[in-house]
């Protein structure tokens, strides 16, 4: 007698979507749930230890380079994979979420690159997990367009050779994906964005001379990484594509990822593509991590934490040192503004930041660096130009200058800023309409010029709740308390219905935004990712 079949993944409390059966094909799903057998027991401990590391840096208030690893750091032997040549230069990349509009915008930006985002640009509704793996699709098959129901205008793909190279972003580990479940146990979301691309892609990305390449988000071990080399293995054999053809890019975005960046690459060497440094994750990851450590943690305000800061710039140092020690691309931060159609004055000073900062970069060794916006990708693209020339990379600069020791990348009190008021009211602002956005769907947010996404709230509930519980002093006298919290949002909120409406608030998800915002910034509890409690909120 047989063997009974696998149980076969429930599509569970999910609207039909049009042409949905393009993505969840039968082979598709049966590829998750394997994926899903075989690696998510290894997730569920990770997130676990996890839990185990956070209790330790509360027991010790400090962060070191692990002593178990030295030999993989000391060995000066091994390098990752050279990179593919659709990834070689990468000297501008464009991020966004994975709607029709912004697929084609962002392929056609002039970018080197595109991150293709499932995670913090993208609210994970079944709507836009289905279809931006259906529009990844079309693109590459160049059966997608779309006309935009507002203003008529049309928008259609570039030729091929003019096109971003894509990488994709899935979600991070501690997301589930409730719509797909296994014996009534949801999949992560990673494991749903990771699949179902590679499966749908890989071949047909070898076909067009590039090839499955990942960004992956919010890593916090090499342990982890570890863990999505096994998944790397298991894929390309499991399609019969050669090992070695997926490329990863991981964000050092978590402060405990910044101690192991050399040990991540190592993990991932035959995959590995280099390295990312996020700005608010990073400093949401500080606060999370140190958030009981005491006054010298407390961050100021979150503008005023730049990348100039001494302990950022160790951060950056480090992680273009480690990359190109091992032959990987160093990748920078986020330029997030948003140019205005109205207000040139403001475009001009912020073009200049912009440009300040991308130089910096391409000054500092980076081999590119990240914008949110068309726009910006020429401003960027002349920084890395100026630098690089007809160079794909500056991977020969080792910067064997920069030394950076444990206590570097935890010197908060090194920065010569302090917490306001104003900030806190910032936080609360943008706090309250990136909520909202995201709980109708949208996870890339347009708030005061910049574009915005989960990260920005992320950081922005982080500190009010870092602020109150180490009882923060404003600069106008003002005790950060839970009270003031409470009072400046019901002040934005009102501001907020008076300023779109009395019929577009009430159409909204303000109140519940608002709502939110406080449960996740004052509750004595603190949530480990916004995103959870949030996600069970999510139409």
């Known amino acids: 007698m047989s063997a009974p079949a696998p149980s076969p993944l429930a599509i569970v409390a999910a609207e039909p979507l049009p042409r949905q059966d393009e993505v969840l094909t039968d082979a598709a799903l049966a590829f998750v749930a394997e994926l899903h057998r075989q690696f998510t027991p290894r997730r569920d401990e990770l997130l676990a230890r996890r839990g185990e590391r956070r209790a330790e840096i509360a027991r010790t208030s400090t962060l070191d380079f692990l002593p178990e690893t030295a030999a993989i750091r000391a060995d000066d032997s091994w390098k990752v994979a050279p990179a593919p040549a659709a990834l070689n230069d990468r000297r501008v990349e464009i991020t966004g979420p994975t709607d029709r509009k912004m697929t084609i915008n962002a392929l056609n930006s002039g970018a080197k690159v595109w991150l293709a985002d499932f995670e913090d640009a993208s609210a994970p509704t079944w709507e836009n997990v289905v279809l931006g793996q259906l529009n990844l699709i079309d693109a590459y098959t160049r059966t997608i367009d779309f006309t935009d129901p507002r203003s008529g205008k049309s928008y259609a793909l570039r030729p091929a050779e003019e096109l971003a190279t894509v990488v994709t972003r899935p979600r991070g580990w501690h997301l589930n994906e409730r719509h797909l479940q296994l014996d009534g146990t949801p999949v992560p979301g990673a494991l749903v964005d990771f699949g179902l691309y590679f499966f749908h892609n890989a071949q047909r990305l070898i076909d067009l001379g590039k090839g499955p390449y990942f960004y992956l988000p919010k890593t916090e071990s090499h342990l982890e990484a570890r863990l999505w080399n096994d998944i790397f293995v298991f894929a390309q054999d499991y399609v019969g594509i050669p090992q070695g053809t997926v490329r990863a890019t991981v964000l050092i975005e978590t402060i405990t990822a910044a101690y192991e960046m050399e040990e991540i690459l190592y993990e991932l060497r035959d995959h590995a593509s280099g390295l990312n440094a996020g700005r608010w994750d990073y400093l949401f990851s500080i606060v999370k ?12 305000d979150r503008n005023a934490v730049t990348m100039t800061a001494p302990f950022m710039r160790a951060y950056t140092e480090l992680l273009v040192r480690t990359c190109h020690k091992r032959g990987a691309h160093a990748i920078g931060g986020m330029a997030a503004f948003i140019p205005s159609r109205r207000d040139a004055a403001v475009n001009k000073v912020a073009f200049e930041k912009v440009k300040a900062d991308k130089d910096r970069e391409a000054n500092d060794g980076f081999d590119g660096s990240w914008v949110a916006h068309p726009d910006l990708v020429p401003i960027a693209m002349a920084s890395f130009d100026a630098v690089l020339g007809e160079k794909p990379n500056q991977k020969e600069r080792l910067r064997e200058d920069v030394a950076v020791a444990a206590g570097d990348l935890i010197a908060i009190d090194t920065l010569d800023a302090r917490p306001t008021y104003q900030g806190l009211r910032n936080a609360v602002a943008v706090g309250i309409r990136y909520i909202e956005a995201w709980l109708r769907g949208m996870g890339a947010v347009a708030i005061f010029n910049l574009m915005e996404d989960a990260a920005t709230a992320e950081i922005s509930r982080s500190q009010i ?17 839970a009270e003031l919290a409470r009072k400046v949002a019901a002040e934005e909120l009102a501001a907020i219905r008076a300023e779109i409406g009395e019929d577009a608030f009430a159409s909204g998800r303000w109140q519940q935004a608002h709502d939110l915002l406080l449960q996740v910034s004052l509750d004595q509890d603190y949530a480990d990712f916004l995103t959870l409690p949030a996600y069970e909120q999510l139409g």
Do not use: C, K, Y
């Open 289 to 300: 991590n140190f958030r009981d450590g005491g006054s010298e943690f407390v961050l100021p």
């Open 465 to 481: 709740w870092q602020w109150i519980n180490a009882d923060v002093v404003f600069e106008n006298g003002e005790h950060a308390t």
